[in-house]
């Protein structure tokens, strides 16, 4: 059976031209030939003219999706073997991890399909009635390509709704422990690909938790730690006495003069809030920070975070806190405005602090996601500055704000300009030290600002009262 032909409308925009993949019910013209759910068919211009070929969806308002820039038959298994291979080399080149997304969907030429790897097992999402009905001939691809011992289907997103599809989990081959061991940076994390969130963890981020590396070191002089040269005492050779030797060697002394013996007398001290699982926490011990807070509103994600600090034996330097986060942040604030208004003359001392009011050289924020819809961005815009706002306020003075937002609808200059309003409210200079979207596991394609959803930054945070 000839493959059936979508015309466009004349005058639409010439999205696909540009790059972007997907083609709306609102832009086709007519479409000929006998078609089937899922079925792939050639895109043409309302002259005629070829484009592209992709799969078809009558029900979605993405009807068509671009699987190719050239006439294909059908995505069989050459088409899929090469295409994953394609994916695995992108990946060997760039991703130092053998854990790693390994299919980002649209950016990999493979609309639908989300494939991440942890250990030896595969974590698929389906999310396209496209991908959906080839599942058999991209199973085989899969394990002929990555060879791995399992592969486990997360297909429970409520975008397959939008595709007439339902949601589906469950073993697809081999063998799938529902906990398994990863590493990420040199660290050891444990994921839940059963009941973690999304496939159970999120590589994106992956460089932007080692990007903070820098901020880790250099606080003990704001605590009167300075390093010091002492002589060592040494053995003269036969004779049991001893000597002072006239070089000795640089060792961290306080105030008193007495050596600090803590080995983290340089490190940072450091908050972190919708922890999840601690994978921040786990890169800022591990680049030396002095202490960690570690926050997340579930029980069962701290709990996580926690084993996943003892495999990396950092348990001395990190406390748990089960709380919300836009609560915990204004407790905090509310602590510290208390203090300073107990400091001025006349203020009654007598009555109970109702916040503790503790600061950090560094707080870091990574929400999940508070704008799913266009409609949501406004109160989106609120979330964020709450936050951030309140965040840099619990920040040490010349210390550091590490903020992210992964809501696509939430655009990178509106995300800064809402951090640049809450940074006037709460009396702030920010300098931007870094500016980073998701990682190289996840390529962004040009032209398609849905990929572009994850923004992170770096701030120095400054008193205007200070300056």
Same mark, same amino acid.
Not at 7 to 18: A, D, H, I, T, V
Not at 273 to 283: N, P, Q
Not at 384 to 406: F, P
């Given at each position: 059976m000839s493959k059936a032909t979508v015309?466009?409308?004349?005058?639409?925009?010439?999205?696909?031209?540009?790059g972007h993949p997907w083609v709306y019910a609102s832009e086709i013209d007519r479409v000929e030939g006998e078609t089937q759910p899922g079925g792939?068919?050639?895109?043409?211009?309302?002259?005629?003219?070829?484009?592209?070929?992709?799969?078809?969806?009558?029900?979605?308002?993405?009807?068509?999706?671009?699987?190719?820039?050239?006439?294909?038959?059908?995505m069989d298994a050459a088409f899929f073997h090469e295409r994953l291979e394609q994916c695995a080399a992108h990946r060997s080149r760039f991703v130092a991890d053998s854990d790693c997304r390994l299919v980002y969907g649209e950016a990999d030429f493979l609309p639908g399909l989300t494939v991440d790897r942890f250990g030896d097992v595969l974590v698929v999402q389906l999310l396209t009635l496209g991908m959906d009905i080839r599942r058999d001939v991209l199973l085989e691809a899969l394990i002929d390509v990555f060879q791995p011992k399992g592969i486990y289907e997360r297909s429970d997103v409520g975008v397959r709704q939008l595709e007439g599809l339902e949601k589906r989990t469950g073993v697809m081959y081999g063998e799938c422990p529902p906990i398994i061991e990863i590493e990420e940076n040199g660290l050891k994390l444990e994921?839940?690909?059963?009941?973690?969130?999304?496939?159970?963890?999120?590589?994106?981020?992956?460089?932007?938790?080692?990007?903070?590396?820098?901020?880790?070191?250099?606080?003990?002089?704001?605590?009167?730690?300075?390093?010091?040269?002492?002589?060592?005492?040494?053995?003269?050779?036969?004779?049991?006495?001893?000597?002072?030797?006239?070089?000795?060697?640089?060792?961290? %002394? =306080?105030?008193? $003069?007495?050596? @600090?013996t803590f080995p983290y007398w340089d490190g940072a001290t450091?908050?972190?809030?919708?922890?999840?699982?601690?994978?921040?926490?786990?890169?800022a011990c591990k680049y030396g920070a002095k202490k960690v807070t570690c926050l997340d509103v579930s029980e069962h994600a701290i709990d996580t975070a926690?084993?996943?600090?003892?495999?990396?034996?950092?348990t001395d330097r990190v406390e748990f806190v089960v709380a919300d986060a836009f609560d915990y942040l204004r407790t905090q604030v509310k602590g510290i405005e208390e203090r300073e208004l107990r400091s001025k003359a006349g203020t009654d001392t007598s009555k109970k602090l109702e916040g503790s009011g503790r600061t950090w050289d560094v707080v870091i924020l990574d929400p999940p996601a508070f704008a799913k819809t266009k409609s949501a961005v406004a109160g989106a815009c609120r979330g964020?500055?709450?936050?951030?706002?309140?965040?840099?306020?619990? %920040? =040490?003075?010349? $210390?550091?704000? @590490?903020?992210?937002?992964?809501?696509?609808?939430m655009r990178p200059d509106l995300f800064l300009e809402t951090i640049q309003e809450a940074a006037a409210d709460a009396g702030k200079l920010l300098r931007l030290v870094e500016w980073r979207a998701a990682g190289k596991d996840h390529p962004q394609l040009l032209g398609v600002n849905e990929g572009h959803y994850l923004k992170f930054a770096i701030f120095e945070v400054r008193s205007k009262l200070q300056l």
């Open positions: 015309w466009l409308q004349r005058g639409r925009k010439k999205r696909l031209e540009n792939i068919v050639d895109i043409v211009t309302h002259k005629g003219q070829y484009l592209a070929t992709g799969y078809y969806n009558p029900q979605s308002q993405i009807m068509v999706r671009t699987v190719s820039y050239k006439p294909i038959e059908e994921v839940d690909i059963v009941e973690g969130q999304k496939t159970g963890y999120f590589y994106d981020q992956r460089e932007n938790r080692a990007s903070i590396e820098p901020l880790m070191k250099g606080w003990g002089s704001r605590s009167g730690i300075r390093l010091e040269r002492r002589a060592a005492d040494v053995e003269l050779a036969g004779s049991g006495a001893q000597q002072s030797s006239e070089t000795g060697e640089l060792v961290p %002394v =306080n105030a008193n $003069g007495k050596v @600090v450091v908050l972190e809030c919708f922890a999840h699982t601690g994978s921040f926490t786990l890169h926690r084993r996943n600090v003892e495999r990396n034996g950092f964020y500055k709450d936050i951030n706002l309140h965040g840099m306020k619990l %920040v =040490n003075e010349g $210390g550091y704000l @590490v903020t992210a937002s992964c809501s696509y609808h």
